[in-house]
């Protein structure tokens, strides 16, 4: 078949954008991995797809694949991407959307100076459901944050665990452009403690108000930002005392901008969202 996308980006976190309300979808994890593919395919740390709720008061439903293929649930830069998408084409007049993901329901907001604010929800910190398996491991406090020893390659690491809807681990690091990402990143992704594998989060504090991020993603490797992976480095920071409400994020792609007021709170995120080109490609039947 023929399909018609979008390439979207939000701080440089790329999308492949599919309308599936005026187009049938139903691919299999070989052909998402085609889609995403940087050579054979369009290329993109994730695809988007946008369909209709079936469920009362809630506007849109939009799904996410991971370069590799897997389906997640969630993702912040996303989520811009997504609201840009459905304005530009018309999809909706409103600038605060309802819109329903594998992890719930978020609420965007398209802002007067065309940045999008997303209430990304509020986070969730037992490591059961994050989840991550916290058996007989023994945590430090730090603050009002847990943290627990992760063993990688004979060294330990002291990680937070955050879900954002989809699992994050972080960890502070002196230089975030000297931190091990690209080797350590895939060995806290496939760590034996994260049974649904997870997004490693290596952040620098710069001030109590400023960070450098880097996060080496679940499915898709280092990414230029991740819009989850900095509200839960926010949330991690904030509880552990080092950082206050509202934080700038510093990725390689770009900054956003985080606010959270802590507990049961949800997280705000800001930032851009930027379309780079429309196209059509043809997709082979591959998987089942
Ligand atoms: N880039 C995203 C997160 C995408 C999903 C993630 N790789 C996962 O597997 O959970 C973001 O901006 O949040």
Known sequence: MKLKFTKM?????????????????NFTAAQWQHLGD???????DQMLVVEKSPAEGVDFRYRIYNADGGEVEQCGNGARAFVKFVTDKGLTSKRAIRVETMSGIIEPRLEDDGRITVDMGAPILTPAAVPFDAANLDSRTE??????????????VWISVVSMGNPHAVQV?????????LIDGPLIE???????RVNAGF????DRHHIKLRVFERGAGETLACGTGACAAVVAGIRRGLLDTPVKVETHGGELSIAWAGGQQPVMMTG?????????????????
């Not at 496939?190 to 649904?196: A, D, E, G, M």
């Open 9 to 25: 980006h939000g701080a440089g976190n790329d999308f492949v954008v599919i309308d599936a309300i005026s187009q049938q979808i």
């Open 38 to 44: 940087r050579r054979f395919g369009v290329g993109a």
């Open 143 to 156: 603050g009002d944050d847990v943290l627990w020893p992760l063993e990688i390659q004979g060294k330990q």
């Open 173 to 181: 690091v002196e230089d975030s452009e000297a931190a091990p990402v």
């Open 190 to 196: 496939h760590h034996p403690r994260f049974p649904k």
């Open 203 to 206: 952040m620098q504090v710069l």
């Open 272 to 288: 851009p969202a930027v379309t780079v080109f429309e196209g059509e490609i043809e997709i082979a039947a591959v998987g089942n």
